[in-house]
């Protein structure tokens, strides 16, 4: 098992440790969770409760993996503790990003913004990996390919 740093995930989100004190362990977060909608077992409020106490924390956890940061928690909870910030700070000290992620991250490096084409091409094997394919004509409806210009002054 890899051991995670919740210092250094501390960091990243910007909360300090004292901030998880606030949750009250309703467990809202959880009954809202999309995740959950898959796998019973998915607990935001148990991530915040490890982060606070300092205990480890599992990478294996379906949080951690099948996150969509769609802020439900957040909105549900009392307290708009940023739940998928802390799970992103996780993905980041254990290495782990969906390839949209890491293709992301990619070209706001390489260009400074999105690059439809660039992601498309780097999620490409994911996408066929895992039985998209029959929805990348539908994809490319949507995707507007063109390469990086200036803008022509009049």
């Known amino acids: 098992m890899q051991k995670i740093d919740t ?30 909608d898959f796998f019973i077992d998915a607990n935001p409020q148990g991530i915040l409760l490890k982060l ?24 549900a909870c009392p307290w708009r503790i940023r739940i ?16 949209f992620e890491k293709a992301f991250r990619g070209s706001i490096s390489i260009w400074g ?7 498309f091409m780097n999620a490409m094997g994911f996408l066929i990996k895992e039985g998209y394919l029959k929805h990348i004509m539908k994809l490319i409806e949507y995707l507007s390919f063109h390469l990086p210009h200036k803008a022509k002054r009049s």
Not at 11 to 30: K, N, P, Q, V
Not at 52 to 74: K, N
């Open 7 to 36: 210092d250094r995930i501390l960091t990243l989100t910007g909360y300090e440790r004292a901030d998880f004190a606030s949750c009250i362990g309703c467990r809202i977060c959880a009954s809202v969770c999309t995740v959950n």
């Open 52 to 75: 606070f106490l300092g205990m480890e924390i599992d990478p294996a956890d379906p949080l951690i993996h099948h996150c969509v940061s769609c802020y439900r928690c957040t909105d």
């Open 84 to 99: 998928p910030e802390v799970i992103r700070a996780i993905r980041e000290e254990i290495g782990h990003g969906s390839p």
């Open 113 to 119: 913004r999105v690059y439809e084409p660039y992601i």
